[in-house]
């Protein structure tokens, strides 16, 4: 899926998040990572295990000026 940089708030956090083209709210694994202080390299195990088996993750392609810039291991901001 592709989607784009966008501020995801929730409560009183601010977070760089992503706006898929689904019209959903995303937030990358290695924000959340960041946020609960989990190593980077098994941020993706751990929040699969935090969030339950059935959690899933997206993976988002951001465009910029319509080239592909990285893609993210996402959770949508309802599961986050």
């Known amino acids: ?3 784009e940089f966008a501020l995801v708030v ?3 956090i601010t977070v760089k998040g992503l706006l898929g083209k ?3 709210y995303y937030v ?3 924000n959340v990572a960041t946020l609960f202080q989990l190593p980077q390299n098994n941020a993706a195990r751990d929040l699969k295990a935090i969030l339950g088996e059935g959690s ?3 993976k ?3 465009t910029e ?4 810039r990285s893609e993210n291991t996402c959770i949508s901001i309802t599961q986050f």
């Open 1 to 3: 899926m592709k989607g």
């Open 10 to 12: 929730i409560g009183s």
């Open 65 to 68: 000026d319509g080239n592909n």
């Open 60 to 62: 988002i392609a951001l």
């Open 56 to 58: 899933s993750f997206a």
């Open 28 to 30: 990358p694994v290695s």
């Open 22 to 24: 689904d019209g959903n």
